[in-house]
Nanobody, 125 residues
């Protein structure tokens, strides 16, 4: 059973930074795609970033491009999301996810079959 456990969330002021971590365990074969999604109160969950383990290619939502960075440490089986220049609009529960269903790493939730429980990020102005 694959398990994903996020950590690193917290409360920061606008302009601040956080690094989210997602430890992956229980897998037989590493999933090709890793991603971060977020969900703000009263809103639908939205894609933030994806990382392709085979091509070492990352993609980002326009709202976070240039401010967030997705990466992984294969030795530690950990996926990271570095959040910089945070804005109040970034306040949300952040979820990591992995999957290999699609040939490319998409922004679609249905393409990710393993999910963490989430870590809360709150940004105050």
């Amino acid at each position: 059973l694959v398990q994903l456990v996020e950590s690193g969330g917290g409360s920061v002021q606008s302009g601040g930074s956080l690094r989210l971590s997602c430890v992956v365990s229980g897998y037989m074969k590493r999933d090709r795609c890793m991603a971060w999604f977020r969900q703000a109160p009263g809103q639908e969950r939205e894609w933030v970033a994806s990382y392709n383990d085979e091509s070492d290619w990352a993609t980002y939502a326009d709202a976070v491009k240039g401010r967030f960075t997705i990466s992984q440490d294969k030795v530690k089986d950990t996926i990271y999301l570095q959040l910089s220049s945070l804005e109040p609009e970034d306040t949300a529960m952040y979820y990591c996810a992995t999957g290999s269903a699609a040939p490319i790493c998409t922004a679609l939730e249905v393409d990710y079959n393993n999910w963490g429980q989430g870590t809360q990020v709150t940004v105050s102005s």
